[in-house]
């Protein structure tokens, strides 16, 4: 009988360590030092923006992005890593475009990045925006003029909506977290995509 219960504690610890081996772990925290010094290295114009350097909304490293490679509707005031992350993102995001659409990606419509609110749907939580570590993108715009919108596309099974399907599963590769349409009603009209810590892929 003590056997029995000794192989029962055996395979009950065993059963946890396997749970355990296959929860994924948060996320790193994003490097921030030389981030600046990379992104003015990559060619990208960066300005200052005084953004809260103290409080559960401080951002580490805050910059403000007039362009990245491509034309933004708004500026883009942001911290570094996130800024960073996108930018290896938008490399691949061209060659989706010309792939998916046959035209080239010239500009982008993002919601913001900064908001010092608490996440949504669990206001017990501050978002990953109260951060900067987070942006929200809305659409896409071709060289021909074709607007790519994530609210009106996301499911069209023409090339507009294999383009954004292709682009999440790409941030996938580049964010911790990313929500599109199939996550819930809140992320409905953007992606959201963020550096964790927690990991997500809604592509």
């Known amino acids: 009988m003590a056997a029995a219960r000794s192989l029962g504690r055996v395979v009950t610890v065993a059963a946890l360590l396997g749970v355990a081996a296959c929860a994924r772990a948060p996320?790193?925290?994003?490097?921030?030092?030389?981030?600046?010094?990379?992104?003015?290295?990559?060619?990208?114009?960066?300005?200052?923006?005084?953004?809260?350097?103290?409080?559960?909304c401080r951002v580490e490293a805050p910059i403000r992005l007039a362009r990245t490679g491509l034309a933004l509707d708004r500026p883009l005031?942001?911290?570094?890593?996130?800024?960073?992350?996108?930018m290896r993102l938008e490399a691949e995001l061209r060659g989706l475009a010309r792939r998916e659409t046959g035209h080239e990606l010239v500009a982008i419509e993002h919601a913001g990045s900064w908001a010092c609110r608490p996440m949504t749907g669990n206001a017990g939580r501050a978002s990953l925006h109260a951060r900067a570590l987070a942006?929200?993108?809305?659409?896409?715009?071709?060289?021909?003029?074709?607007?790519?919108?994530?609210?009106?596309?996301?499911?069209?099974?023409?090339?507009?909506?294999?383009?954004?399907?292709?682009?999440?599963?790409?941030?996938?590769?580049?964010?911790?977290?990313v929500l599109t349409p199939d996550s819930d009603r809140w992320h409905r009209d953007h992606l959201h995509l963020d550096l964790g810590p927690f990991a997500r892929c809604d592509a």
């Open 135 to 177: 942006i929200d993108v809305a659409a896409f715009r071709l060289a021909d003029g074709t607007r790519v919108s994530v609210e009106e596309h996301w499911r069209d099974r023409g090339p507009r909506g294999r383009f954004l399907r292709a682009a999440a599963a790409a941030a996938c590769r580049h964010f911790a977290m």
């Open 77 to 86: 005031e942001t911290s570094c890593p996130l800024a960073r992350a996108w």
């Open 27 to 56: 996320a790193p925290a994003p490097p921030v030092a030389g981030c600046i010094e990379a992104l003015r290295a990559a060619g990208l114009a960066v300005e200052p923006w005084e953004a809260p350097g103290t409080g559960a």
